[in-house]
């Protein structure tokens, strides 16, 4: 069970942030940098997104608790919010957005791109935060599991350093279309897991 949990855990994280999906957007906002500040700024945008959902993980089960929200009807709200995001990613709307943003922040001439736009919102951005919540809730009552969640967290903030690192060498491989591909299969991934969410949050009403 853990293991299903874990592997869960590690393609939902894996592709609401999109490590690979963002690699054009950090070479966007990176431009004119040379290797070294490219790297620390990768670096850091991984540690400041990987800290907030570790935050974001250890608060969940108090945070429901807090506003008396059910876990059932969490897990249905966050379904419909990762479909959504799903659905902008299948065609293209998320991609055009976090493209703008990168320009936006580069003509503002941000002092931290790591943490904005890059860490926030763009990694750890709402869908991000409600999927690890979501995970949190499921994991509230094994402490073995919210350890998986954490390290899963930190699994997927260090693959973003790695595709950050290489983010000029990914993009001339993948290339625009192979880009575009693979967004549109991720987002489909994802659309299946928001589903997912929505079908166990209404069993739950159902049985409770």
Not at 162 to 189: D, E, Q, Y
Request: with cysteine.
């Amino acid at each position: 069970m853990l293991l299903d949990y874990a592997i869960s855990a590690l393609v939902t994280l894996f592709v609401v942030v999109d490590p690979i999906g963002l690699a054009p957007v950090f070479l966007a906002v990176t431009e004119g940098l040379p290797r070294r500040a490219r790297r620390n700024v990768a670096l850091r945008a991984s540690i400041i997104a990987g800290a907030i959902l570790i935050g974001t993980a250890l608060i969940g089960d108090w945070l429901f608790r807090a506003l008396g929200i059910s876990l059932p009807a969490f897990r249905i709200a966050g379904g419909l919010l990762l479909f959504a995001i799903a659905f902008e990613m299948v065609f293209g709307i998320r991609t055009r957005r976090e493209s703008q943003a990168a320009e936006e922040a580069v003509e503002e001439h941000v002092r931290n791109v790591a943490a904005f736009p890059l860490a926030i919102p763009l990694m750890a951005g709402p869908g991000a935060i409600t999927a690890t919540v979501l995970l949190a809730g499921r994991a509230a009552e094994h402490v073995l599991a919210t350890a998986l969640l954490i390290a899963v967290v930190i699994a997927v903030a260090a693959f973003c350093y790695v595709v950050f690192t290489l983010a000029g060498r990914i993009g001339r491989l993948l290339g625009l279309t192979g880009n575009i591909v693979l967004s549109r299969l991720l987002g489909v991934l994802l659309a299946a897991l928001a589903v997912q969410y929505v079908v166990d949050g209404i069993r739950a009403v159902l049985v409770g």
